[in-house]
């Protein structure tokens, strides 16, 4: 019976187990530091940024805010004290900022209570404006990226060139 085709590495050595293989990401910036937590944050929103007319600390506001949603049917709900201490601004600003992000579309306060007592909690930042406007921009982003590898093969590629058909003398006499 033949035996199942194992992986072999370059080296000719069989690859690690996959117990054994780091992640990309711990790879990238160690255990220690991928231990403290880290955020899944789409590319197309920071590439989009312009697009977005969002400012830097627009952004940064928006980033803090992703960095606590771990679920998509949890929204996150980080305090403003919270993010204002992360970001080194004040509540009031944050206040601000979450307000424009609001104008913007981009996402949608929603109050949150304490069930046992009648306590006001931070507020629930609902996303899916953010979500849906990456949603309607990314064609274009995607066609960008086509064209640009297009053109890169494009200019990769050795072009055809016509030869000059070399004239011979019969060629000239008739």
């Not at 989009?48 to 606590?68: E, G």
Request: proline share 6%.
């Amino acid at each position: 019976m033949d035996e199942p085709n194992q992986e072999v590495q370059e080296d000719g050595s069989a690859p690690p187990s996959k117990k054994s293989r780091k992640k990309p990401a711990v790879e990238k910036w160690g255990s220690k530091v991928i231990d403290s937590g880290f955020s899944m944050i789409p590319s197309l929103l920071l590439r989009a940024q312009h697009r977005l007319k969002l400012s830097p600390t627009q952004l940064a506001v928006l980033v803090q805010i992703i960095d606590h949603w771990w679920e998509a049917s949890r929204k996150p709900y980080p305090s403003k004290k919270e993010l204002a201490k992360r970001l080194g601004i004040g509540e009031r600003q944050v206040q601000r900022y979450i307000a424009e992000l609001e104008a913007a579309g981009l996402l949608k306060r929603e109050d949150r209570f304490a069930q046992n007592h009648n306590g006001r909690l931070s507020n629930i930042y609902n996303l899916d404006g953010l979500v849906e406007r990456l949603k309607e921009i990314e064609p274009d982003f995607r066609d960008a990226r086509n064209k640009a590898r297009l053109s890169r093969v494009d200019a990769e590629t050795p072009k055809l060139r016509r030869r000059a058909k070399a004239v011979t003398p019969a060629a000239e006499a008739s």
